[in-house]
């Protein structure tokens, strides 16, 4: 059977630019189907407006705390309805550089409207039909809402609606303290907004490593416009006569109290984009959670794969781009691969910084039992740290009993770009101490933190090493002072 297309990809954002860009690069006939902006959440209302928006609070609140330390700088008058024209303006930038109006140019076609299968090879765009030999579906997700009373009743803000607003609050309470609560939680609060945050879990970032997340939840507590209630629950949102929006909110301990601000945003997770498809006509097979797949990112139906959040098991840009380019190597390609998830790595943009790869220290205990081995880094030793007056935080190194790194977490200044080189230590496979014998830049952040836990890990690895403690103890002019060296490291 003939088919108008080789790939349709339904959806436009990273996933599915990414998956098209592929396969066109293979030299198949390729539609992209988009309903709406092409680009989707991560370029317009997820990862690059936050981290726009946090980048410029960031600024204000160093420029603020270099003169309260009697270092004048500069004042700080924000004018905050210029916050968000500013924050549209990199959006636009940012759209310019991935050029998605050039992707016509390239042979790719672009197709408006919202695709409903009818059946395994078409779909209906717009009252035409469309086939191809493959699909990729790549739809991503929206923001969860929570069944807290009241909340259908009154003005709130999502991800997708809130860098629209026209000028910073005054006052905001965040349901939801994961990732993206926290980053524009912290955001608004640097820009002069008095937060609240509220998460139903006993500490914020669940996912992350127990003892960094209670440390920075610490250090959050501490910052100015800022609260975050933990272990307790958001009950009822009321509408109050002067405009204002109240919460009744319950700890876990029953305890009721109340709290009132001008907005509400909700970031609470997010649900599969998969209602209006009709993936039953195309015998997709799927679950609250997203489309069911397999490691070859093939749904029940083999000629259709997905990719991104849509997909799962993680949500995230990174792992949307990787998705995708293998869910489009399986479609065009007769040789098939499989996908992982053990090297997934995130950071999550919190000040100071949270990095994750691989398992936390209580999951690789429950995996391990007592053969691991933990090293932890604080920043007070990071010659870098102090010169930049920030050494708060603390670095974890999960090692196996081969010295293999199974698992890494930092919080601290610049973890968005300490976290590659050991998530390159992770992926091949090598142990930490290898990293001994490269030299690293004086004074950097990779040099006080990554090589000194590769120099204490190698050290450790000395120790254990029976030839060496032989010599060290029997050996005339030999003695064991390693501990000393680790110490000092």
Not at 336 to 365: C, F, N
């Amino acid at each position: 059977m003939k088919y108008q297309y080789d790939l349709v990809v339904i959806g436009g954002g990273l996933a599915g630019f990414t998956a098209a860009v592929f396969a066109n690069g293979l030299g198949k006939k390729v539609a992209i189907v988009e309903k709406g902006k092409l680009g989707g959440a991560c370029t317009w209302n997820a990862c690059v407006p936050s981290k726009a928006l946090l980048q410029l609070g960031l600024r204000i609140r160093q420029l603020n705390n270099y003169n309260r330390s009697g270092t004048k700088l500069a004042s700080v008058n924000l004018q905050t309805e210029n916050v968000m024209p500013y924050l549209h303006s990199v959006l636009e930038n940012i759209s310019r550089i991935d050029d998605f109006a050039s992707l016509v140019n390239t042979g790719i076609d672009i197709l408006n409207g919202e695709a409903v299968f009818n059946g395994r090879h078409q779909v209906n765009l717009n009252g035409q039909l469309i086939s191809a030999k493959h699909f990729i579906i790549a739809t991503g997700s929206s923001p969860a809402i929570p069944p807290v009373e009241g909340l259908s009743d009154i003005p709130y803000y999502t991800n997708e609606t809130v860098f629209n607003i026209k000028a910073i609050p005054s006052s905001m309470i965040v349901l939801g303290g994961g990732p993206a609560g926290i980053e524009l939680g912290l955001a608004f609060a640097w820009l002069g907004c008095k937060v609240d945050i509220i998460e139903m879990a006993d500490r914020i970032l669940p996912k992350d490593d127990t003892e960094l997340s209670a440390l920075l939840l610490e250090y959050l507590n501490a910052e100015e416009n800022l609260n975050i209630h933990i272990s307790t629950k958001a009950v009822r949102f009321q509408s109050q006569t002067d405009g204002s929006l109240k919460l009744e909110m319950q700890t876990r301990e029953g305890k009721i109290s109340e709290i009132s601000s001008e907005t509400v945003l909700v970031a609470v997770g997010r649900r599969a984009n998969v209602a209006g498809l009709a993936l039953e006509k195309a015998g997709v097979k799927y679950t609250p959670r997203g489309i069911s797949i397999n490691n070859r990112l093939q749904t029940s139906s083999s000629n259709i794969f997905a990719a991104g959040d849509v997909a799962g098991p993680i949500q995230l840009g990174m792992m949307a781009e990787k998705q995708a380019i293998l869910a489009a190597s399986n479609a065009c390609l007769p040789f098939k691969q499989s996908t992982r998830y053990e090297d997934v790595a995130w950071v999550t943009y919190s000040e100071p910084q949270m990095a994750h790869i691989g398992l936390t220290e209580d999951e690789a205990r429950r995996k391990y039992g007592n053969n691991v081995r933990v090293i932890r880094y604080p920043l007070t030793k990071v010659r870098r740290a102090v010169m930049d007056h920030d050494t708060r935080g603390l670095c974890k190194f999960i090692l196996d009993k081969n010295d293999r790194l199974i698992g890494a977490h930092l919080l601290c200044s610049h973890a968005e770009n300490l976290v590659h080189e050991l998530q390159i230590v992770k992926c091949l496979n090598k142990p930490l101490s290898k990293l001994h014998t490269i030299p690293h830049i004086y004074p950097t952040y990779e040099e006080g933190i990554i090589k000194r836990a590769a120099d204490v890990s190698y050290t450790i690895k000395m120790q254990r090493n029976p030839f060496v403690r032989l010599v060290l103890r029997y050996w005339p002019g030999y003695k064991d002072r390693l501990d000393t060296v680790i110490s000092r490291l």
